[in-house]
Nanobody
Framework: VQLQASGGGLVQAGGSLRPSCAAS????????MGWFRQAPGKEREFVAA????????YYGDSVKGRFTISRDNAKNTVYLQMNSLKPEDTAVYYC??????????????????WGQGTQVTVSS
């Protein structure tokens, strides 16, 4: 599976962005897709995940109520709608794919494939 993330950028606090992650190479029906982020000097942090089949969603505590993960089956693409952005949301955002839908979906090690990352910067 190849993952191509895009859609990051610079936005003021309170604004919105919608990064996307286009997947190619495999059928994703059994997959769980995830978004993680990593700020300088910090560990990679779970943001959100979605089961491709059924669409169940999961969120990290710091983004609940502000971020929404979704997928477009026809485009093989996952989106992360980010609203009410805060300066502490500044990070490189990575999309990832888990072919097996492992239970520990908040762990980076549960994901076998990673995109290249897209920078999100929120100014105060």
């Amino acid at each position: 599976v190849q993952l191509q993330a895009s859609g990051g950028g610079l936005v003021q606090a309170g604004g919105s962005l919608r990064p996307s992650c286009a997947a190619s190479g495999r059928t994703l029906s059994s997959y769980r897709m995830g978004w993680f982020r990593q700020a300088p000097g910090k560990e990679r942090e779970f943001v959100a995940a979605i089961r491709w089949s059924g669409g169940s969603t999961y969120y990290g505590d710091s983004v609940k109520g502000r971020f929404t993960i979704s997928r477009d089956n026809a485009k093989n693409t996952v989106y992360l709608q980010m609203n009410s952005l805060k300066p502490e949301d500044t990070a490189v955002y990575y999309c990832a794919a888990d072919p097996y839908g492992r239970d520990r979906y908040t762990r980076p090690l549960s994901y076998d494939y990673w995109g290249q990352g897209t920078q999100v910067t929120v100014s105060s």
